[in-house]
């Protein structure tokens, strides 16, 4: 997956981990809110990865 792909799964990752966040505080449902912040880091995690490949790239086309 490019770099543009790893960002944006990861940016919809981390906005479904907030509202699964926001469902489990309002309900009271902490097993949703748990699932919500895993989701929340993965999804950070992806976009991470997606900016360290643009900076792989960058570097290379320098280079």
């Known amino acids: 997956?490019?770099?543009t792909g790893d960002k944006v799964k990861?940016?919809?990752n981390e906005?479904?981990?907030?509202?699964k966040q926001g469902v489990g505080?309002?309900?009271?449902?902490?097993?949703?809110?748990?699932?919500g912040v895993v989701q929340e880091?993965?999804?950070?995690?992806q976009q991470a990865?997606?900016?360290a490949k643009?900076?792989?790239?960058k570097g290379v086309d320098k280079a």
């Not at 505080?25 to 699932?35: H, S």
């Open 25 to 35: 505080k309002a309900t009271g449902n902490d097993k949703m809110r748990a699932e």
């Open 1 to 3: 997956m490019g770099s």
């Open 41 to 45: 880091k993965k999804g950070e995690a």
């Open 15 to 19: 906005a479904a981990g907030n509202v």
């Open 54 to 57: 643009d900076a792989v790239k």
């Open 49 to 51: 990865v997606g900016k």
């Open 10 to 12: 990861g940016m919809a």
